[in-house]
């Protein structure tokens, strides 16, 4: 059983930052298949669909939402099967609850950390 567990989220300014974590947690033979797998975060508004933030890949390989590029970055440590999401210049729209996710056996989710943006 895999397990993901996100960190980091609270309320700042417009314009300030936050960095989410997520631990992955599980057996052995899982660990090593997340380690090898692309990692991501998702965040979901109120009223809105869920959609993708940042990925990465095993190789370190990245890719962002139009809409964060140049502000958010998402790094991973493959040592503590961890993934992190470095948010800078953060806006009111990017207030939302955001998921870490694992491309692992058909995926798995975390539970959220609630990210508020507002003065």
């Known amino acids: 059983q895999v397990q993901l567990v996100e960190s980091g989220g609270g309320l700042v300014q417009p314009g300030g930052s936050l960095r989410l974590s997520c631990a992955a947690s599980?057996?052995?033979?899982?660990?090593?298949?997340?380690?090898?797998?692309?990692m991501g975060w998702y965040r979901q508004a109120p009223g809105k669909q869920r959609e993708l933030v940042a990925v990465?890949?095993?190789?370190?390989?990245?890719n962002y939402a139009d809409s964060v590029k140049g502000r958010f970055t998402i790094s991973r440590d493959f040592a503590k099967n961890a993934v992190y999401l470095q948010m800078n210049s953060l806006k009111p729209e990017d207030a939302a609850v955001y998921y870490c996710?694992?491309?692992?056996?058909?995926?798995?989710w975390g539970k959220g950390t609630l990210v508020t943006v507002s003065s």
């Open positions: 996710r694992t491309n692992y056996s058909g995926g798995y």
């Open positions: 599980g057996s052995i033979f899982s660990a090593y298949g997340i380690s090898i797998s692309a």
């Open positions: 990465i890949t095993s190789d370190g390989s990245t």
